[in-house]
T-cell receptor, first 111, second 113 residues
Framework: QKEVEQNSGPLSVPEGAIASLNCTYSDRGSQSFFWYRQYSGKSPELIMFIYSNGDKEDGRFTAQLNKASQYVSLLIRDSQPSDSATYLC???????????FGKGTHLIIQP | DAGVIQSPRHEVTEMGQEVTLRCKPI?????LFWYRQTMMRGLELLIY????????DSGMPEDRFSAKMPNASFSTLKIQPSEPRDSAVYFC???????????FGPGTRLTVT
């Protein structure tokens, strides 16, 4: 049974600080990892993806992957109120499998 | 380029009626996914197609749900008969291949009374 776990939150972070979102997954064979942002009443929007151990940076966002610990995280630097949303972690085993989504973490950036 | 297109955006129907949701994937994408999202259960994969062929329908709740993909640019999700517990937001997503990043449509908010 493939599982992707996220703390549902809400996670409250002051504006300008670093928001850290975490995700663990059960299947050691997982090969690719994705972060989506979903605003209330909207559809999930891809933020970034990561395939290899280590860090991947894109603007204010950094994804971190540790396959040995089965852990992937998303850091948001200089948090803005517009970053307030639910963040979904998704994992792929590879091959013909689709993505398995976590239930998401609700992030609130306090002005 | 147009993203994933879904219709209708909102659907309100009475219990027992047939509901058909439609999706047009991004041109060139070979994989198409249907999801259902509720507060209680989060985002659930119902079924996905690769090259118009259903690959995994294990998430389809019961026989009242069916999905088709007659060609590379169109898919439908049908619920017959609909029940109040089917009320949710239904998303369609597409990707180049099953394991690649998926792009979501705007969703259809279904309310069954």
């Amino acid at each position: 049974q493939k599982e992707v776990e996220q703390n549902s939150g809400p996670l409250s972070v002051p504006e300008g600080a670093i928001a850290s979102l975490n995700c663990t997954y059960s299947d050691r064979g997982s090969q690719s990892f994705f972060w989506y942002r979903q605003y209330s009443g909207k559809s999930p929007e891809l933020i970034m993806f990561i395939y290899s151990n280590g860090d991947k940076e894109d603007g204010r966002f950094t994804a971190q992957l540790n396959k040995a610990s089965q852990y992937v995280s998303l850091l948001i630097r200089d948090s803005q109120p517009s970053d307030s949303a639910t963040y979904l972690c998704a994992v792929n085993l590879g091959g013909a499998d689709g993505l398995t989504f976590g239930k998401g973490t609700h992030l609130i950036i306090q002005p | 380029d147009a993203g994933v297109i879904q219709s209708p955006r909102h659907e309100v129907t009475e219990m027992g009626q047939e509901v058909t949701l439609r999706c047009k994937p991004i041109s060139g994408h070979n994989s198409l996914f249907w999801y259902r999202q509720t507060m209680m259960r989060g985002l659930e994969l119902l079924i996905y197609f690769n090259n118009n062929v259903p690959i995994d329908d294990s998430g389809m709740p019961e026989d009242r749900f069916s999905a088709k993909m007659p060609n590379a640019s169109f898919s439908t999700l049908k619920i017959q008969p609909s029940e109040p517990r089917d009320s949710a937001v239904y998303f369609c997503a597409s990707s180049l291949a099953p394991g690649n990043e998926q792009y979501f449509g705007p969703g259809t908010r279904l309310t069954v009374t």
